[in-house]
């Protein structure tokens, strides 16, 4: 089955700075990378969302990242903001077999104001 | 729309009481879903359903049971609570499943001593 690693597990920023979080996945069927944003005491939400036939994809202050060859997808955002503070989850979902996403272990963002 | 509901928030249980969480979507979704998460752990799927009366397992589910007999509804059963199930349980939902974005619930945390 697929295999999504996440890291870092954790990651300290100013308010102003850049953040950047990283996932690998091992299956090469899987082709949507979404990612989730926490908040504390709520269930995730979609914040922003990839296909394998996109390189990158930008939304105001976020971004994502992929590349299908070393099958590695990231999260870029800039000009942090403390209501950045939260969980982030990457998933790979496979286009095929069970078409379930697979989730990375999160990363937990902190920006310090 | 109210989106994805779940109920009770809170809930401590002896070892070896039964529960239901329940779960409901009024966006009439076919896909429904219920993970749980572990602190460091992301989310991991215990059970999903395609549509009412199909359900399946997903990669954690000993000690849990769903059924599905309406669009709207998807319980999840705890038989014979132990320590091991405390956790914080999210149920899910999506239109389709593959490329589609997933929504959910504020979470149900239990404790299980």
């Known amino acids: 089955g697929e295999n999504v690693e996440q890291h870092p597990s954790t990651l300290s920023v100013q308010e102003g700075d850049s953040a950047v979080i990283k996932c690998t996945y091992s299956?090469?069927?899987?082709?949507?990378f979404p990612w989730y944003k926490q908040e504390l005491g709520k269930g995730p939400q979609l914040i922003i969302d990839?296909?394998?036939?996109?390189g990158e994809k930008k939304d105001q202050r976020i971004a994502v990242t992929l590349n299908k060859t070393a099958k590695h997808f990231s999260l870029h955002i800039t000009e942090t903001q403390p209501e950045d503070s939260a969980v982030y989850f990457c998933?790979?979902?496979?286009?095929?077999?069970?078409?379930?996403?697979?989730f990375g272990r999160g990363t937990s963002l902190i920006v310090h104001p | 729309n109210a989106g994805v509901t779940q109920t009770p928030k809170f809930r401590i249980l002896k070892i070896g009481q039964s529960m239901t969480l329940q779960c409901a979507q009024d966006?009439?979704?076919?896909?429904m879903y219920w993970y749980r998460q572990d602190p460091g752990m992301g989310l991991k799927l215990i059970y999903y359903?395609?549509?009412?009366?199909?359900?399946d397992k997903g990669e954690v589910p000993n000690g849990y049971n769903v059924s599905r007999s309406t669009t709207e509804d998807f319980p999840l059963r705890l038989e014979l609570a132990a320590p091991s199930q405390t956790s914080v349980y999210f149920c899910?939902?999506?239109?389709?499943?593959?490329?589609?974005?997933?929504?959910f619930g504020p979470g149900t945390r239990l404790t299980v001593t």
């Open positions: 899910a939902s999506s239109y389709e499943t593959g490329a589609y974005e997933q929504y």
């Open positions: 299956d090469s069927a899987s082709n949507y």
């Open positions: 990839i296909r394998s036939n996109v």
């Open positions: 998933a790979a979902t496979p286009l095929g077999g069970s078409y379930i996403p697979t």
């Open positions: 966006m009439n979704h076919n896909y």
């Open positions: 359903s395609v549509g009412a009366g199909i359900t």
